[in-house]
């Protein structure tokens, strides 16, 4: 028997289609556009081949803001996935106060990036600020303004009070959903809460984990405006990320050829990054 097939289906694609090519399409053949030239204002272009791809593959500009924006990654990773993995371990999972720390873990993420930024700002300086008056007052000599080092504790801790709420409630919601019979069957086999969390919540976790690590590693490869607010890229350019010095690039010099290749290797590095995470990971959980 064959199957009638009706072309109307695709009038019900055609709306997502078009807000894909809106957002996505057009805007990226935009920047490849402009990649491939050179622009000399008044709508005048020229050839310019791969000549910015080279470029800025051989900048050590971009070199030392890839290593700043790893390094920065990478810490984050490593601290915040652990820590919101604890605070979820030790979340109530009945009872009223589970929709108070629910509300509480949900507040950091409430907060606009831009705020976020200015609230860290104000807390950090060393004559006035909670955090930069404490670290002073019990001996640190603390100046996020003039220390790379204090700049990047700062930072660091910043994206971590940010951030840290939305792998906990990640990893709440995972937990919540282990079913009952589990934790039963482990309690009659006389399991200790250390093996209970080795050979039960984790691997329910794995999949939950796996989002987590990669909703957290681009937007912290991506991070832009809190950075910008907070330390402005230094001191000196010690905290100048790859989003930081492809804005200095595009608007503050306004080299648009190397701006647009640019984003086109940032893009791709994300992407790359996102593919190894998630294929490491699950490689992970089939053996």
């Known amino acids: 028997m064959n199957k009638t097939v009706n072309n109307k289906a695709w009038f019900f694609v055609l709306p997502v289609v078009l807000l894909v090519a809106f957002n996505a399409i057009i805007p990226l053949m935009t920047v490849v556009n402009f990649s491939v030239q050179e622009t000399f204002g008044d709508n005048v272009f020229t050839w310019a081949g791969v000549q910015w791809f080279e470029d800025v593959l051989h ?3 971009f070199h030392g803001a890839l290593l700043r924006q790893i390094g920065f990654t990478a810490t984050v990773l490593a601290i915040e996935i652990p820590l919101g993995l604890a605070i979820a371990l030790t979340m109530p999972r009945k009872g ?19 705020v976020v930024g200015s609230m860290w700002n104000i807390m ?5 600020g909670l955090l930069g008056k404490f670290l002073n ?17 700062t930072i660091v801790l910043m994206d971590v009070w940010h951030w840290t709420s939305l792998v906990a409630l990640l990893c709440y919601a995972g937990l919540v959903s282990i079913p009952d019979a589990y934790y039963q069957a482990a309690k009659v086999d006389g399991a ?14 794995r999949h939950v984990l796996t989002i987590a690590v990669l909703l957290r590693f681009m937007d912290s490869f991506m991070i ?20 930081l010095d492809l804005v200095k690039t595009a608007l503050g010099q306004f080299d648009l050829g190397p701006a647009a290749a640019m ?9 790359v990054f996102s593919w190894l995470f998630y294929t490491l990971m699950m490689r992970n959980e089939e053996t």
């Open 59 to 61: 900048s050590e500009r």
């Open 124 to 128: 950090a300086l060393p004559d006035i």
């Open 137 to 153: 007052g019990i001996g640190f000599e603390y100046n996020y303004t003039r220390q790379p080092v204090a700049a990047w504790f």
């Open 192 to 205: 200790r809460s250390w093996a209970v969390f080795r050979y039960i919540q984790l691997p329910k976790l």
């Open 224 to 243: 832009y405006t809190e950075a910008v607010v907070l330390t402005g890229g230094g001191p000196g350019s010690t905290t100048s990320f790859l989003s």
């Open 263 to 271: 984003s086109i290797i940032y893009f791709l590095i994300v992407l």
């Open 96 to 114: 009223p106060w589970v929709s108070v720390c629910l509300v509480l873990m949900s507040l950091p993420l409430l907060i606009p990036w831009n």
